[in-house]
Nanobody, 121 residues
């Protein structure tokens, strides 16, 4: 069974930094895209950052150069370095990945359990 496990969330003061990590495990043939998404109560989950196998990152417009996503394709891991955090960055951060379990399988979207990030003013 494929699993995504996140770590690194917590409480930080405005202007501080946090690093989130995600590790995918299980029967994995390939991961096309791996990234982070944020959700706050009453709103939809939206993109923070994701990266493909070529290392080409995409960031949500609100990131404004503050975050860096990196990925280790061979190890099925991704990290999100978040700097200059603002209270508006508060939310539950989910790791998401498009995973193919075998060469004959279709790509499916998987999600981690989420990790809370709280930025105090």
């Amino acid at each position: 069974q494929v699993q995504l496990v996140e770590s690194g969330g917590g409480l930080v003061e405005a202007g501080g930094s946090l690093t989130l990590s995600c590790a995918a495990s299980g029967p994995i043939f390939s991961i096309a895209v791996m990234g982070w998404y944020r959700q706050v109560p009453g709103k939809e989950r939206h993109l923070v950052a994701h990266v493909g196998t070529a290392g080409d990152p995409n960031y949500g417009a609100f990131v404004r150069g503050r975050f860096i996503i990196q990925r280790d394709v061979a190890k099925h891991t991704a990290t999100l370095q978040m700097n200059s955090l603002d209270p508006d960055d508060t939310g539950v951060y989910y790791c998401g990945a498009n995973i193919q379990m075998s060469s004959s399988d279709r790509t499916r979207q998987y999600w981690g359990q989420g990790t809370q990030v709280t930025v105090s003013a």
